[in-house]
């Protein structure tokens, strides 16, 4: 593998959201053993706990029991998970008003147009249509990738969110909607219905360009 392909080198480039969960973690991990790769360790992880929730909920002694996870690396896992965790939970100061698809598309398109895989983020809002915060939620190969509504709206519950607006990428730079995302759109609609939690729209990002479900009237 060439130096720009590593996942240091891919962060530096093209920051941290054109990296996978997988890569990420890797990363945190640093190095492997002379049995597996700090790669091999982090695939482990994400195999053995299924979400990245359930694993920040792990301890150093519980994140050992992944072969080539030892104290040092478990730490360095458990102390990021905690920052993670401060930086939610501070107060925002200056919350941006999503007054527009394009504001919100203006925001997410710099992190999400370089994305060589297809991501789902979900964008949770107050009462004033101002951004909580946003966070991936799924990811995947290229018309292969799924998003459930009990993943989103779990966190919409948690964050005591009044609304949601859902945003993914087009690697392929084309914006016309799939027959997956008209589905996935209708799904959410009608889940959001039954939590009283409104859609208010689905986001294509597609280079520089979008697609708005709202603009285009498929929703």
């Not at 091999?40 to 706990?49: K, T």
């Not at 690697?171 to 027959?179: D, H, L, Q, R, V």
């Not at 959410?188 to 939590?195: M, N, P, Q, S, Y």
Request: aromatic share 4%.
């Amino acid at each position: 593998m060439q130096n720009h392909d590593r996942p240091r080198e891919r962060l530096v480039r093209l920051g941290a959201w054109a990296l996978s969960t997988q890569e990420l973690l890797s990363l945190l991990i640093g190095s492997g053993t002379s049995a597996v790769s700090a790669d091999d360790i982090a695939h482990a992880l994400l195999d053995r706990y299924a979400s990245l929730i359930d694993m920040a909920g792990r301890d150093v002694a519980e994140l050992q029991n992944v072969a080539g996870m030892g104290q040092a690396k478990s730490a360095a896992l458990c102390a990021a998970f905690e920052l993670a965790h401060r930086i939610q939970a501070e107060p925002f100061v200056d919350r941006t008003s999503v007054t527009s698809p394009a504001v919100l598309a203006r925001l997410l398109a710099p992190r999400m147009r370089h994305l060589r895989k297809e991501t789902f983020v979900v964008v949770l809002l107050n009462a004033a249509n101002q951004i909580m915060r946003h966070t991936a939620v799924s990811e995947g190969s290229l018309n292969a990738v799924m998003i459930h509504p009990r993943d989103v709206f779990r966190l919409a519950i948690a964050e005591s969110a009044a609304a949601i607006i859902v945003v993914h990428n087009h690697p392929s730079g084309n914006t016309e909607p799939s027959n997956e995302d008209l589905t996935i759109t209708r799904q959410l609609v009608e889940a959001g219905r039954i939590v009283d939690i409104r859609v208010l729209d689905h986001i294509i990002i597609a280079g520089d360009d979008y697609t708005s479900f709202v603009e285009r009237r498929l929703m």
